[in-house]
């Protein structure tokens, strides 16, 4: 059985391009065989592996438009990548018309999923078309909060649009889990955000937490995960246990997967 998952978040900066390549990068370690889908016209997932998007000639735009077979585009790097360009900007214009468009990305992924035991999915900071995709092809969702009070409160609308999926596209997919990223101990207001976060949505937390280090700036100027550019330091470590948790359901990933109760009001806690 694959699993499919797309790291979402419709604030931009929290972290899901470098969750996702390092998930991919840790599962990979463990003997997974994994797919990770660059579906941001930012097209970083692609600059992290080492990929000029501005030399990518076919790009997941071509497979989700032009309907071309996602294995034509698939490169291998640290792990299997279907890499975007700046084609992929034009991409909900040129879906718009189209029959199905909210299943173009499910569509495609048919044809190679028995390849992968995991493909992993990096969505663009928004919750549009091309999020809509990564949802319906999707089993579960894994959502990178930056450890800030203003990150938490995206949470509600992003489970609203989940809501709204399950009802017309597809029933099964729920949050697997919420990751907390850039959290700095150092600061009241990081670990004050971690309580809120965990006192409101509770099992839905992983263990894990993503602390702020520069390692994870630097390793995309190499082309390489976290595991290859500084694989005994702490960072990779964590997208390590990251990768434990999904493997084996230490997420609660099918227990309380209502709606999300509202965050208290701007100031009750930080």
């Not at 971690?194 to 509770?202: A, K, Q, S, V």
Request: include cysteine; proline fraction near 5%.
């Amino acid at each position: 059985m694959t699993t499919v998952l797309a790291f979402a978040n419709q604030k931009g900066g929290v972290a899901k391009t470098t969750s996702t390549l390092n998930t991919g990068v840790a599962l990979r370690e463990q003997h997974h065989r994994v797919l990770a889908i660059d579906l941001d016209p930012q097209a970083n997932l692609t600059m992290c592996q080492g990929i000029d998007p501005d030399t990518v000639t076919r790009s997941i735009f071509d497979v989700l438009v032009n309907r071309a077979p996602i294995e034509d585009i698939i490169t291998r790097c640290e792990i299997d990548i279907a890499p975007a360009n700046i084609d992929l900007a034009g991409a909900e214009l040129a879906l718009s018309s189209a029959i199905g468009r909210e299943r173009s990305l499910e569509k495609a992924l048919m044809s190679v999923k028995h390849r992968y035991d995991y493909i992993l999915i990096d969505t663009p900071p928004s919750l549009g078309l091309l999020t809509i995709n990564a949802f319906a092809a999707a089993d579960g969702v894994i959502v990178p909060v930056q450890c800030e009070y203003l990150s938490l409160r995206g949470l509600a609308q992003l489970e609203r649009t989940l809501q709204m999926i399950r009802e017309n596209l597809n029933p099964d997919v729920y949050i697997t889990g919420i990751l907390p990223t850039m959290f700095d101990a150092r600061t009241i207001h990081g670990r004050e955000a971690i309580e809120i976060l965990r006192e409101t949505f509770g099992d839905r937390v992983f263990d894990t937490v993503v602390r702020k280090t520069i390692k994870f700036a630097e390793a995309p100027v190499q082309g390489r995960s976290i595991m290859a550019y500084d694989p005994e330091g702490d960072a990779a470590d964590t997208y390590r246990k990251l990768a434990k948790e999904l493997l084996n359901g230490t997420s609660s990933e099918h227990e309380g997967r209502g709606s999300f109760e509202p965050l208290p009001a701007y100031g009750a806690h930080i």
